[in-house]
Nanobody, 124 residues
Framework: QVQLVESGGGSEEAGGSLSLSCVLS????????MGWFRQAPGKQREFVAA????????AYAPSVKGRFIISRDNARNTVYLQMNRLQPEDTAVYYC?????????????????WGQGTQVTVTP
């Protein structure tokens, strides 16, 4: 059974940085393309970033491109989201997700497994 556990959320001032981690267990990590999504209060969950299995190809939502970086360490079964120049609009619960497939994926429907989420709060 695949499990995803996020960590690294918290509170930060606007302009600051936070780093999220997500560890996958239960199946080989290299089977999965990985993604980060977020859900702000009163809004639908939205795509943030995605990375393919080897880690060579990535995709970002326009709202975070140039500020956030997704990466993965296949030896550590971990995907990361480095969030820089944070804005109050980045406040949300952040979820990591895993998808079987050879590409990267921006749509929720491609993802089979989800973490429990971690709260990120950005204060003005």
């Amino acid at each position: 059974q695949v499990q995803l556990v996020e960590s690294g959320g918290g509170s930060e001032e606007a302009g600051g940085s936070l780093s999220l981690s997500c560890v996958l267990s239960g199946r080989p990590f290299t089977l999965y393309a990985m993604g980060w999504f977020r859900q702000a209060p009163g809004k639908q969950r939205e795509f943030v970033a995605a990375i393919n299995r080897p880690g060579h190809n990535t995709a970002y939502a326009p709202s975070v491109k140039g500020r956030f970086i997704i990466s993965r360490d296949n030896a550590r079964n971990t995907v990361y989201l480095q969030m820089n120049r944070l804005q109050p609009e980045d406040t949300a619960v952040y979820y990591c997700a895993g998808a079987t497939g050879s590409s990267y994926y921006t749509r929720e429907s491609f993802y089979d497994y989800w973490g429990q989420g971690t709260q990120v709060t950005v204060t003005p």
